[in-house]
């Protein structure tokens, strides 16, 4: 092989390795086309989950708006009324304000672990004998002032004389805990 | 000067190689047309890499800031489902917190001056707390007192279910569940 061959060799092997490396780049640049073409149909598709996200949000938002409104308006009330001391204070200051005759009070904080949301319950027993409408005006401010507070049992009877009237009642105040993790009841 | 000199000017040189057959010219034009086209091709396809690059990082950015959109969102709605866990179980509470003191002043009025009230007890019900169980002893009453309470009840919104009347002696016993009717 002279001189002139092995310059086209060369010269041959020059174009060879020119066609390759075009293609190579060809090649490439059609691989990064397709990533940036599926890389655009994701983002639709994660346009479109957005979308379909916020509707949700919006339905969402009209179906719950009042029970939030409802959880927005009896806040400030539980949070008035956060541990047994304070369930406690607020009652008999009801109590206080009508200068009623209480012959027995019994409280105690019970805990109730099926529901977070309202972990602990002020229970408590009252035995009252006074006038008649001082007592029902008592029961009334009672459940006007505290209106969490469930009566569970009220007994109303006569009393020493025929203006008094005796009355026991048994009721609950409930301590609420607002930051609780409130689970969905299993069907 | 040698004849041979003389004669041929061209000095034999038999060291020197043969000349390359006429196909072999093809091989310098296809060099710089590969040359050309090769580059173009480069540039061209380098070019598309860039563009394509740029578009698929711009698509990335996006779909990272659609996805973190929606998870905001999501967590938006999961917040929002707490709060109504959390108001369902607080109107679970109220529902049975209504007031008994409206109830207890109705029943006491419902009642003539002639007829005496013994005991009047109200107990809610463990299980559905909306309910309570009504029960009154009246002294020398009649049926007629017994509708008078069940008129005065009912105009309070509450609903007399399942009532038992027994009488002893001069007392009247009555006992009802009161339900609350909405509507």
Redesign the interface.
Known sequence: M????IA?LI??M??AS??Y??QM??K??SA??T??TQ??D??NA??D??KF??T??QN??FN?KE??G??KR?TPV?QHLQTGQEAEQALMGVVRNNGIVVLSQKFEVKDNRS?N??PKTLQGTLIIQDE?SKV?NW??EL??KI????????????GENGRQINMEVHFEI?L?N?E?????PKK | MSAYVTHDFKTPRPDGSRRLPRTFMLVPILFYLSLVAGSYLSINSYVNYRESCKSRDNSKAQTAEQDGATSHIEADIANINKEKLKAEKLVQWVEGTRMIQPISVAVTRAIPPEVSLGEMSFERSVDIPAQINLSVRINSGGMEDIGRIQTAVESLKYHAYNSQQSKTGDFLDYRTILVWQQN
Request: charged content about 25%; glycine content about 4%.
């Open positions: 002279n001189g002139k061959k086209s010269l041959v020059i174009i020119i066609a490396g075009s780049m060809q490439k640049s990064m086309r990533e940036a890389a655009a994701d983002c994660s346009a989950k957005r996200a916020a949700k949000l969402t938002e719950c029970f939030r409802f959880l009896w539980i529901n949301f309202i008649y029902l029961m009334g459940e006007k209106p969490l507070v469930r009566v569970n049992s009220c007994r109303i009877k006569q409930p609420v607002l609780a993790e409130v689970e969905q």
